[in-house]
């Protein structure tokens, strides 16, 4: 079953801060993160796996709750390049790591300068 | 590293016609994942192998559909008779263990 991802769509300032949700009804091994740019593949963000799990880099970081089958990926002082569209990709339990994602439907979001 | 390869980049058929999508993952990498991409269904998982044999194929649509790795490096997705609603773009992605899954450019493929 598909996770639930939101806000469908956001529009900041360069600058500001955003927030992407993601929710799934089945309990998940981890949770994938990609970025997709118009006419573009998606690109690889970061990967959380079981267990009350943060990660981040640069102004980007997420976080997974396994007991809400939840993660949040946290854009801070967003740049113009982070536009795009934010897919979370959930793998189930007994996946092992090399299971086929589900994606989300994704979260469009348009950085404004 | 090329990343993965697919080909063609862009396929144009008609209806009833065969396709036949390419895909080489990276090297060393031991799992391979087809997905389609569309604006209606989002990007869906296909079929996936794990060191050259399909575990997973309940995303496939239809029997019309079916996919190959017959070594390592690389992959097939056919499709025959191809329609108008198989119209969409087909990626290829792979990985090792560990989880993170790098995607091919894809193929855009248009049935008229």
């Known amino acids: 079953q598909q996770p639930v991802q939101s806000p469908q769509a956001v529009i900041l300032r360069e600058g500001e801060d955003a927030v992407i949700n993601c929710s799934s009804s089945k309990a998940l091994y981890s949770v994938h993160w990609y970025r997709q740019k118009h006419g573009e593949a998606p690109v690889f963000l970061m990967i959380l796996l079981k267990g009350g799990e943060q990660k981040g880099h640069d102004k980007i970081s997420a976080s997974f709750n396994e007991k809400k089958q939840q993660s949040s990926l946290y854009l801070t002082a967003s740049q113009l390049s982070y536009s795009g569209t934010y897919f979370c990709?959930?793998?189930?339990?007994?996946?092992?790591?090399?299971?086929?994602?589900?994606f989300g439907k994704g979260t469009h979001l348009i950085i404004q300068p | 590293d090329a990343g993965v390869i697919q080909s063609p980049r862009h396929e144009v058929t008609e209806m009833g016609q065969e396709v036949t999508l390419r895909c080489k993952p990276i090297s060393g990498h031991n799992s391979l994942f087809w997905y389609r991409q569309t604006m209606m269904r989002g990007l869906e998982l296909l079929i996936y192998f794990n060191n050259n044999v399909p575990i997973d194929d309940s995303g496939m649509p239809e029997d019309r559909f079916s996919a190959k790795m017959p070594n390592a490096s690389f992959s097939t997705l056919k499709i025959q008779p191809s329609e108008p609603r198989d119209s969409a773009v087909y990626f290829c992605?792979?990985?090792?263990?560990?989880?993170?899954?790098?995607f091919g450019p894809g193929t855009r493929l248009t049935v008229t």
């Open positions: 992605a792979s990985t090792s263990v560990g989880g993170e899954q790098y």
């Open positions: 990709g959930t793998e189930r339990i007994g996946g092992g790591g090399a299971d086929g994602l589900t």
